[in-house]
C-alpha cells in the first residue's frame, strides 16, 4: 500500500505505509521534507499539517479536539486540513493523496 505526499510545487512523492502507522510517521520514515512531526504524534506541535487531496477527506476521518485547538491557530488551515500524526493507516488508505502546506508552524 502507499500514499502520496505532493509538495506545495506540485512534486509528488509515493511512499509505501504497512498498517498502523499514521501519516506523519510515514513521512518522516520515508524522508518527506514539508512534514517535521516535532512532537513525536501527540496532536502537540502542529508541524505535521497536510491537506488531504478533496476525495480523500472522508476516509481520511475526522480531526481529533486536540487536533481542531491546534489546527485552529494555523494561518494555513484549510476545510481538509489534518494532522497527519492522527490519520492511523489501514488498508483503506491505500492510494491516499495529500497536499504539503507551504510552510509548517
Ligand atoms: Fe506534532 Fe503531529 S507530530 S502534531
Given at each position: 500500500a502507499s500514499v502520496t505526499f505532493v509538495t506545495h510545487d506540485g512534486e509528488k512523492q509515493e511512499v509505501p505505509f504497512v498498517e498502523g502507522q499514521n501519516l506523519m510517521q510515514v513521512a518522516t520514515d520515508n524522508g518527506?521534507?514539508?512534514?517535521?512531526g516535532d512532537c513525536g504524534g501527540d496532536a502537540a506541535c502542529g508541524t505535521c499539517h497536510v491537506i488531504v487531496e478533496q476525495q480523500w477527506a472522508a476516509a481520511a476521518g475526522s480531526r481529533t479536539v486536540a487536533e481542531e485547538q491546534m489546527l485552529e491557530m494555523n494561518?494555513?488551515?484549510?476545510?481538509?486540513?489534518?494532522?497527519?500524526?492522527q490519520i492511523a493507516l489501514?488498508?483503506?488508505?491505500?492510494?491516499l493523496i495529500v497536499n504539503l502546506p507551504e510552510f509548517q508552524f
Open positions: 518527506v521534507s514539508g512534514i517535521d494561518p494555513d488551515c484549510q476545510a481538509t486540513s489534518r494532522l497527519s500524526c489501514n488498508a483503506e488508505h491505500d492510494g
